[in-house]
Nanobody, 128 residues
Framework: QVRLVESGGGLVQAGGSLRLSCVVS????????MSWFRQVPGAERTFVAQ????????HYADSVKGRFTITKDNAKKAAYLELNSLQPEDTAVYYC?????????????????????WGQGTQVTVSS
């Protein structure tokens, strides 16, 4: 059974930073493309960032490019999202997601339905 557990969310002032973590248990982490999505009440879950299974390729939503950084540590079975220059519009529940992919698959997967495994989410609130 694959389990994803996020942590690191919280309340931060505009311009501040947070680091989200997603620890994975079960399955074969080194095979997973990892992504982060976010969701606000009443809206669909939207893509934030993705990293390929060997960390060779990353993709970002335009709204976070240059501010957020996704990384992956296969030894620790964890993915991370560094959030910098946070703005109130970044307020959301952030979810990590995993998909078992082949090594050569680096294409962007920005649709929630493409992912096999999800965490429970961690709240990020940015005050103005």
């Amino acid at each position: 059974q694959v389990r994803l557990v996020e942590s690191g969310g919280g309340l931060v002032q505009a311009g501040g930073s947070l680091r989200l973590s997603c620890v994975v248990s079960g399955g074969t982490f080194s095979r997973y493309t990892m992504s982060w999505f976010r969701q606000v009440p009443g809206a669909e879950r939207t893509f934030v960032a993705q990293i390929s299974r060997n960390s060779g390729t990353t993709h970002y939503a335009d709204s976070v490019k240059g501010r957020f950084t996704i990384t992956k540590d296969n030894a620790k079975k964890a993915a991370y999202l560094e959030l910098n220059s946070l703005q109130p519009e970044d307020t959301a529940v952030y979810y990590c997601a995993a998909k078992d992919t082949i090594l050569t698959d680096h294409r962007i997967r920005a649709t929630p339905g493409e992912y096999q495994y999800w965490g429970q989410g961690t709240q990020v609130t940015v005050s103005s």
